[in-house]
């Protein structure tokens, strides 16, 4: 298995009373964590550098966030990673 990390998943729920983001209890997930080199864009469209690639088999959304190494950090892009036979082995987020 290529997940011989641990990491925080904290799933976004949507946002509380003030408009910021509000985020289901945190959970451990195992995971494997490279460092990233692409630049993508956000939601708003501005470049930003992704600091990590994380895979791992817990399905995950953009806007969910990730703890690592005591850093928290947003999900900017998913990819979902499917086997030759088509069936999905895993998940590639971009933090």
Do not use: H, N
Not at 7 to 35: C, H, M, N, Q, S
């Amino acid at each position: 298995m290529f997940a011989r990390q641990s990491a925080t998943l904290e799933r976004r729920t949507g946002a509380d009373e003030w408009g910021k983001p509000a985020y289901a209890a945190p959970v451990t997930i195992r995971a494997r964590i490279d460092p990233a080199r692409l630049r993508i864009a956000d939601v708003l469209g501005d470049a930003v550098k992704p600091t990590l690639d994380i895979m791992m088999t817990d399905a995950v959304a953009v806007g969910d966030r990730i703890a690592f190494d005591g850093v928290s950090r947003e999900v900017l892009q998913v990819e979902t990673i499917v086997w030759f036979d088509g069936k999905t082995a895993g998940y590639l987020a971009r933090c």
